[in-house]
């Protein structure tokens, strides 16, 4: 079974660019969460959908953020402006959501630099 | 709001050691318990879990973790280390019975010296 796949691993921008990142989730996977890791912190959820739809998106900076997953598949993570605070690595994850037997698998991540 | 708070933010083992690593969360209701590692330049794998049941779960590579309920403490232990167990081991929580997102601690970075 693939695992999820991310692009890029890596990317470094100048703050106030834009920048994407794209995650495919596990096949039939029916969640998938963004995370966001700062060096020497724990991942921190920025948000969740099931299918297309957005569950929870509490923690998204959504002035800067936004992330879609227009056919419920795969999805995109966009900053807009970024700043150098967002630098970090950017996970994401998926669940196949069986009740309460819910476990996530994480892609590689991708690396930004915000310089 | 859940949080996680793991004790040793870097821990330093001798090989055949014995391990453990705290984790205490706090959140009132029912939980899911989560230890995760990250192998130098992988990505996060799943170590083991706890969702009900036997508060003692075994999980892969010979760790082992104990749901303690009145201590809120869910630590991680392996009798013997190996060096390859060097690695960042991440504990996380989530409200029990749904599909929500982790809250994760910082995270512990594990040395194992030949």
């Known amino acids: 079974e693939a695992g999820v796949a991310q692009s890029p691993r890596y990317k470094i921008i100048e703050k106030r660019q834009s920048v994407a990142f794209w995650c495919n989730p596990i096949s039939g996977h029916a969640t998938l969460y963004w995370y966001q890791q700062i060096l020497g912190q724990g991942p921190k959820l920025l948000i969740q959908f099931q299918n297309n739809g957005v569950v929870d998106d509490s923690q998204l900076p959504k002035d800067r953020f936004s992330a879609e997953r227009l056919k419920g598949v795969d999805s995109t993570l966009k900053i807009q402006p970024a700043k150098l605070e967002d630098s970090a690595v950017y996970l994401c994850?998926?669940?196949?959501?069986?009740?309460?037997?819910?476990?996530?698998?994480f892609g590689p991540g991708t690396r930004l630099t915000v310089l | 709001a859940q949080s996680v708070s793991q004790h040793n933010h870097h821990v330093i083992l001798s090989e055949a050691a014995s391990l453990e690593l705290g984790c205490n969360y706090s959140y009132g209701g029912t939980v899911n318990l989560f230890w995760y590692v990250q192998y130098p330049g992988q990505h996060l794998q799943l170590l083991l879990k706890?969702?009900?049941?036997?508060?003692l779960v075994k999980g892969i590579k010979g760790f082992e973790a104990e749901f303690i309920k009145s201590k809120f403490s869910f630590n991680l232990r392996k009798p013997s280390v190996q060096w390859s167990d060097t690695a960042e081991y991440f504990c996380?929580?989530?409200?029990?019975?749904?599909?929500?997102?982790?809250?994760f601690g910082k995270g512990t970075h594990l040395i194992i010296q030949p």
């Open positions: 994850a998926s669940s196949s959501r069986q009740g309460s037997t819910d476990t996530q698998y």
């Open positions: 706890y969702f009900s049941g036997d508060p």
């Open positions: 996380a929580v989530r409200s029990g019975g749904g599909a929500d997102g982790l809250t």
